[in-house]
Each structure stands twice: as C-alpha cells, then as structure tokens.
C-alpha cells in the first residue's frame, strides 16, 4: 500500500542552524501539507500547497520556514534558523483531494 | 476558528467496554475527520463524515454528526488493548482547500 515517507526520523541540531526534512508523497497525490506537533500536544497546521505554490499558511509559518518541492516527487520544510521552541514532530501529509489525509510518520527535531 | 476540541482529555476503560469521544467545533464544515495516533507515531485517518450526514459505520467504529449542535462522536464498541492511542477530530471547511484543523485529541488508555 502507499505510503508517505518521511526523512530523517530523528534530528538533532543546535539553535541558530538550518535544518531540511524530507517528504515523499504518495505519488498520485495534488495536495500536499506540513503539520507539526510538540510532544503531546495537539496538532499544528503549518503550510499547504497545491499546483507548485503555497495555497494557505498558518501563523506559525513565519519567514523562518519555507517548502519546495524540488523534482516533483520530493515535497521539503526547510527551517533557515531554528530556535528552540520549534524542537516538535513533524508531519508531512497528502491527499488525493480536500478529504483524507494520509500522513507520514513524522520527523523528530530537537534544538539544543 | 473551526477547530475541533475533543472530550474528555483523557479515558481509561477495560477491555471490551466501549468508548465514546466527542468532539466539538465552532463554524460550519464540510466534513469532520477522526484519526487515530499512537504514541509516537503519525496520524491514521479512520472516518470520514460529511455535513450532510448523520451517523457512519466503519467495522468497531461509528461516528455521529449533528450539525445544529456543531458536534461529533465517535464510538469504539468491545474495545481491546490494541486500541489504546490518541484520538483527533478533525473539521474541513466548504472554502476550496482549506487544511484540516485538529483538536487536542482525547488520550484513551483501554486495559487488558
């Protein structure tokens, strides 16, 4: 079955530094999406995007933050200065259409 | 906001009791998504229910809708140990491609 496929599963990294995670959609999938989650807490929309653009952002997404999706099968989050409040899980997640979302099993970021 | 918020925060049952989540929003929807997460783990999508409906069945589950409440619940019935995760609503707007927004999530611990 199809799955989205998220790398790395764990990085560690010190404030201040960039950082770039990794999503691959499934493949027949248009919508594409960023969530994160600090540990149990609920889940944060940060950015979708459709048709190679950005369609909606939320506040977190802030200049820090930034997606491309480079080759057409890769879709990353790049964070150009972490701080340590954006250490969290996060989820890269698509869909077919503007119903169910299947997500990866997220990426760890701790910020020292 | 349309966000969901899930109650209770948490429940513990026994094995084969069953268990009810409710979940509560704020603006009109589309449809309203329940997903399931284990500790650690991405989301999984496990019901779907559109505004225009009013109770849906997927195997042990069943999901409830009423729309003039702004609520949802979701019943696992003989619950078993394996369903112990955490538990999301989720709401979708009628405005194009929205995200979905997510609760807080209720926290069920089901003992063997």
């Known amino acids: 079955e199809p799955e989205v496929t998220q790398t790395p599963s764990h990085q560690v990294t010190q404030m201040g530094q960039e950082v770039i995670l990794r999503c691959v959609p499934i493949s027949n999938h248009l919508y594409f999406y960023w969530y994160r989650q600090i540990l149990g807490q609920k889940v944060e929309f940060l950015v979708s995007f459709y048709n190679n653009e950005i369609s909606e952002k939320s506040e977190i997404f802030d200049d820090q933050f930034s997606v491309e999706r480079p080759d057409g099968s890769n879709f990353t989050l790049k964070i150009r200065s972490t701080k340590l409040e954006d250490s969290a899980m996060y989820f890269c997640?698509?869909?077919?259409?503007?119903?169910?979302?299947?997500f990866g099993e997220g990426s760890r970021l701790t910020v020292l | 906001s349309q966000q969901g918020e899930e109650d209770p925060q948490a429940l513990s049952i026994q094995e084969g009791e069953n268990a009810t989540m409710n979940c509560s929003y704020k603006?009109?929807?589309?449809?309203l998504q329940w997903y399931r997460q284990n500790s650690g783990r991405g989301l999984v999508h496990l019901i779907l229910?559109?505004?225009?409906?009013r109770e849906k069945h997927s195997g042990r589950l069943r999901v409830t809708l009423d729309t003039s409440k702004k609520s949802s619940s979701l019943l696992i019935t003989a619950s078993r140990a394996a369903d112990t995760a955490s538990y999301f609503c989720a709401t979708a707007s009628y405005r194009g491609n929205t995200p979905l927004v997510f609760g807080k999530g209720t926290r069920l611990s089901v003992i063997a």
């Open positions: 997640a698509s869909s077919r259409s503007t119903g169910e979302l299947f």
């Open positions: 603006t009109s929807i589309n449809n």
């Open positions: 229910i559109r505004s225009n409906e």
